[in-house]
Every structure is written in structure tokens, then in C-alpha cells.
């Protein structure tokens, strides 16, 4: 149960990141690609152009959607494992 929590709280954190992403790139897409953008790299902001960076929050968000549902896969699974033990137990919570 522990584990399914630690999951739910896991999944809903990288929601958010790609919540922000999805923003980002919203807000990117119709500039130009010329433009100054700064973007945060661990604790430093780096000048770049928006054309460069882009492709990056791009590809940050598409592994955060495909990290989001191998986590999704693992809780349902683990919530079945802890169903299947509270039906052949008894176990009442």
C-alpha cells in the first residue's frame, strides 16, 4: 500500500513537470525561432535561442508521457497485487 501511495505521489509530480512543458511549448511554438529563450539547467540559466531550445522541452515532455505510463502500468498492477492479497487473506483496512 505504501508503494502504490509513493507511485500515485510520483506520478502526480511528473503530471505537473509535463503540465509546465506543455505550457512552455505552447508559449515557444509561435515565436520566432531566432529569439532569445533562457532555460533553467540544473542551477544555472543558459541564454539560448528558441529554435534550440524547443526540440529539447519537446523531447522532455515526450519522456515524461511515456514515464508517467510505465508508472501508471507498474501502480495498476501492484494495486491488483494488493487486492488479490486482501481477497485470499480476508484482510479488511
Known amino acids: ?15 505537473s513537470d509535463k503540465n509546465e512543458h506543455v505550457l512552455v511549448e505552447e508559449t515557444l511554438q509561435p515565436l520566432d525561432g531566432n529569439r532569445r529563450a533562457y532555460r ?9 535561442t528558441v529554435a534550440e531550445v524547443l526540440p529539447s522541452i ?8 511515456s514515464t508517467i505510463q510505465a508508472l501508471r502500468g507498474r501502480l ?18
Open 1 to 15: 500500500m505504501a508503494e502504490c501511495q509513493q507511485l500515485m505521489n510520483k506520478i502526480a509530480e511528473l503530471e
Open 40 to 48: 533553467l539547467v540544473g542551477d544555472v540559466l543558459v541564454e539560448r
Open 58 to 65: 519537446v523531447k522532455n515532455k515526450e519522456n515524461l508521457e
Open 76 to 93: 495498476s498492477s501492484r494495486q491488483k497485487e494488493a487486492a488479490d492479497l486482501k481477497a485470499k487473506y480476508n484482510f479488511q483496512q
